[in-house]
């Protein structure tokens, strides 16, 4: 595989379910991310991670929860979200981070409905 | 703080005709700067960038766009539309330690 993978591509939670978005890079990145990308609304970055370590966090609820196990992998833990969640979530990587010119490469997003 | 506009939220063409999306960005400093592109249902996809050199750079799908730091513009062209160019645009910049930061989007619309 190459490029960026998010999987589920779809879902759909209740309120009190716990999910896990996921997120894998084949690029060779050091930084991974993660957007919100709701209607009518521009792109959120919600999170950083560079080399492993979280650099960003744009106060986000604590209902979601990232994890960055190595530089490949980026999860995204979601409990007690509500209705106002839904959104599509999108995960990018990019060789570097601060002062880089490489751009951001996205995966295609996980779409997320919260009922 | 850096921002991003993109003058009009919604652009339609006929097939054919050509394309002209608007970006604009605030900055003492000229940024990095970059247009995407966005399908439905899918991820955003890096259409061009310019970081230094020549202002007028070229992208995929025939698309070109040119740095015009008078102007602080970043406008994306494209001669003739297809109707496979339907789609959401956006612009987007970087400077140096800091976070990109993007447009709002535009979403073209090519009409037969």
């Known amino acids: 595989e190459t490029g960026v993978t998010q999987t589920p591509r779809h879902l759909v939670m209740g309120m009190t379910n716990k999910k896990s978005l996921k997120c894998e890079q084949h690029?060779?990145?050091?930084?991974m991310y993660w957007y919100k990308q709701s209607a009518k609304k521009p792109l959120e970055l919600m999170f950083v991670?560079?080399?492993?370590?979280?650099?960003e966090n744009n106060s986000v609820p604590s209902r979601f929860s990232p994890e960055c196990p190595n530089s490949s992998h980026l999860f995204l833990h979601l409990h007690t979200l509500q209705p106002e969640d839904s959104a599509l979530y999108l995960c990018?990587?990019?060789?570097?981070?601060?002062?880089?010119?490489?751009?951001?490469?996205f995966g295609e997003g996980s779409r997320l409905t919260v009922l | 703080a850096q921002s991003v506009t993109q003058l009009g939220s919604h652009v339609s063409v006929s097939e054919g005709a050509l394309v002209l999306l608007r970006c604009n960005y605030s900055?003492?400093?000229?940024?990095?700067l970059f247009w995407y592109v966005q399908y439905p249902n899918q991820g955003l996809q890096l259409l061009l960038k310019?970081?230094?050199?020549?202002?007028l750079v070229k992208g995929i799908n025939g698309f070109e766009a040119e740095f015009k730091k008078s102007e602080t513009s970043f406008h994306l062209t494209k001669p003739s539309a297809h109707m496979s160019d339907a789609a959401e645009y956006f612009c987007?910049?970087?400077?140096?330690?800091?976070?990109?930061?993007f447009g709002p989007g535009t979403r073209l619309s090519v009409l037969p």
């Open positions: 990018a990587s990019s060789q570097g981070r601060r002062g880089v010119t490489g751009e951001l490469f």
């Open positions: 690029l060779g990145h050091n930084a």
């Open positions: 991670y560079n080399f492993k370590e979280q650099t």
């Open positions: 900055s003492s400093v000229p940024p990095y």
């Open positions: 310019y970081t230094t050199g020549a202002t």
């Open positions: 987007a910049v970087i400077r140096y330690g800091q976070n990109f930061v």
